[in-house]
């Protein structure tokens, strides 16, 4: 039970005693009481003036007298005109201590039978991962944790964007300018080197509207004429004709980049339990959009596009099938989107996209209501910020970004050479420092992203990520592996932390009261985030807990204390700081070391 719904409780047992009066307890508000003022939680009497037929502090004081007598888990309390400010005593704190200690699955909600998926990731197969896909992907499995905590059941899904005029354009570079060059030839991972000819078949194109507009035409008949973005086209329209030239390179250099894309999730600790290829799902949107203009609410040009009219919900005019016939992003996520409500019957659909896709979503939604499908509802962005640099925005087609695998390992060399600047790894064989190092540079690049409101943009800087204190992965994973370290020195003593031999009458510091307050709150912010869809919030929940834990620490004697009660409900009250920051930083998707 809650302390607030403790408090809830034992009011309404008073009010009985001293008024005869049954109340509801929507009509007992308790809140934590303001710093200024001394006590733990409050209760809100005014609404209970026309029971107690007296004045607020009238009332107050009558009710806390009947606590104070007859509650032994409360101390003390104070009236403040209409507020009643009440104070556990150590009976309280210890017993709610021992819950939290003893309880194997604290945090984890019960099932709610429902079921979500989270869709992210869902690069496209013309460029390896870059920054912006890292937090695309930290984020979405993030959440999809977030969801599990909070009992529901939960499917972490990739769609794969692999056909489209961007993967023609890497075929067609590579097929003019590639010579036959491999990822085994070259020694470059698939992905990378397939995003090279990207980059490659802008450099041909803008040389091509140079020279166009040198010869007289604007920039933008240039732009449309220039014969390599025809070429591109015409590769596409063969590719939706099933060529068996086309498809044979499309698979070829498609598989290049699936490895590549493979071992970067790997490095990332990152998977998923389907993916889903939009070459093998663009055709049910084509299917839905025959059903709208069945319907009469698609309409075909002239051309013979097909267009959904939304200037009557205050939007613009959108495309669903091009004049050649060939399908847009929206024509394919119609499609996904019935497949996998009707596939997997689900209660929600979070698809974790960037926020310059807003209006995508809120038209895909639109149209989806308007062919009949009352889950539309279901369906949720999670419109996060983009990622930027100290030297600004990242660019694809100028090969500008920062790659994923190579800030991956940045990230490795700065954990590996700030650990070594402490000094503190000489216990540790190489096998073992190299896992330390990887846990610690993915910890720092996990929860420097994650630690943001996803609805943020952000500024990256990878040293400072790094950084073993304040706000970050590595002073949160060092924290861990100071308390096992205590615990560690601890059972050499024969001391073991015994959560049955704590007492209810154990004296607490104020500093060990708040640190069970702090416990306690997890199961609220699990609540809170999966409410928010924002891991940012158990981040910084697993900070506050690490601070006050050295805090604590600081001022506090464990190994050194005498009485052997206390020393043994500082070891329970330790490791359950441990146990809780696991738990809280596993939703990250960060491993904390058991020694640093």
């Not at 197969?125 to 930290?138: A, F, M």
């Not at 250099?253 to 590549?260: K, L, R, T």
């Not at 097909?306 to 847009?328: F, H, P, Y």
């Not at 919030?537 to 050295?550: G, Q, R, V």
Request: aromatic content about 10%; glycine content about 8%; charged content about 25%.
């Amino acid at each position: 039970m809650t302390p607030e719904l403790f408090i809830i409780s034992k009011a309404g047992e008073a009010i009985k005693s001293l008024y005869n009066a049954d109340v509801e307890a929507a009509s007992l508000q308790v809140q934590v009481t303001r710093k200024e003022f001394e006590g733990d939680y409050t209760l809100v009497v005014f609404p209970l003036l026309k029971v107690s037929q007296t004045g607020p502090e009238q009332t107050g004081k009558a009710i806390g007298d009947w606590l104070k007598e007859n509650v032994r888990e409360i101390s003390s309390y104070n009236v403040v005109k209409g507020f009643l400010n009440i104070s556990f005593s150590n009976v309280y704190w210890n017993t709610l201590f021992t819950e939290i200690a003893s309880s194997d699955d604290f945090g984890q909600h019960a099932p709610t039978g429902k079921t979500i998926m989270v869709e992210f990731s869902s690069p496209n197969t013309n460029k390896p991962l870059h920054l912006g896909h890292i937090r695309n992907n930290l984020l979405g499995w993030s959440v999809a944790k977030l969801l599990e905590a909070n009992g529901h059941n939960v499917m972490k899904v990739n769609l794969v964007n692999d056909r489209g005029i961007h993967i023609c354009k890497s075929m067609l570079a590579w097929l003019k300018r590639g010579n036959g060059e491999t990822p085994e030839s070259s020694g470059k991972k698939g992905d990378h080197l397939v995003g090279d000819y990207y980059v490659e078949f802008n450099n041909m194109y803008r040389e091509e509207v140079e020279k166009l507009v040198s010869a007289g035409m604007t920039k933008e008949e240039a732009e449309k004429s220039a014969p390599s973005l025809k070429e591109a086209q015409e590769m596409l329209l063969r590719w939706e004709k099933g060529d068996e030239k086309v498809v044979s390179l499309w698979k070829k250099m498609n598989g290049w980049v699936y490895e590549g894309f493979d071992k970067t999730y790997r490095d990332l600790g990152i998977s998923f339990d389907r993916t889903y290829y939009e070459s093998q799902t663009y055709l049910y949107g084509k299917a839905l959009v025959q059903k709208g203009l069945e319907m009469g609410i698609f309409e075909t040009e002239a051309d013979g596009s097909v267009w959904c009219d939304l200037t009557s919900e205050g939007l613009d005019r959108k495309l669903l099938l091009r004049g050649d016939g060939t399908s847009v992003y929206m024509t394919q996520d119609l499609g996904t989107a019935e497949q996998r409500f009707s596939e997997y019957k689900l209660d929600e659909h979070i698809y974790v996209v960037g926020n310059e896709q807003n209006y995508h979503f809120q038209v895909l939604k639109i149209i989806l209501k308007k062919l009949g499908f009352a889950w539309s509802d279901n369906i949720y962005h999670l419109s996060y910020g983009m990622v930027e640099l100290p030297q600004g925005k990242m660019k694809s087609r100028e090969g500008t970004v920062v790659d994923a695998d190579d800030l991956i390992e940045k990230m490795y060399n700065t954990a590996k050479e700030t650990s070594l600047e402490l000094g503190k790894l000489d216990q540790m064989d190489e096998e073992e420092q190299d896992r330390l190092f990887r846990m610690i540079s993915l910890g720092a690049l996990k929860y420097f992203i994650i630690k943001v409101d996803p609805k943020k943009t952000m500024l990256f800087d990878p040293k400072e990520s790094i950084d073993f204190n304040g706000n970050t992965g590595p002073f949160i994973q060092y924290t861990h592996a100071r308390i096992k370290s205590i615990l560690r020195k601890a059972a050499e003593q024969g001391l073991e932390a015994n959560v049955t031999s704590i007492s209810s009458e154990t004296s607490l510091s104020a500093k060990e009261v708040r640190i069970i307050k702090i416990l306690n709150l997890f199961p609220e912010k699990i609540t809170e985030a999966g409410n928010a869809h924002s891991p940012a919030i158990i981040a910084n929940y697993a900070y506050e807990l690490a601070k006050e834990f050295n805090q604590y620490y600081h001022d506090t004697p464990v190994l050194k204390e005498e009485n052997k009660d206390l020393l043994n409900y500082r070891l329970v009250l330790v490791a359950s700081i441990a146990r809780v920051l696991v738990k809280a930083m596993s939703i990250l998707g960060i491993t904390l070391p058991e020694r640093m």
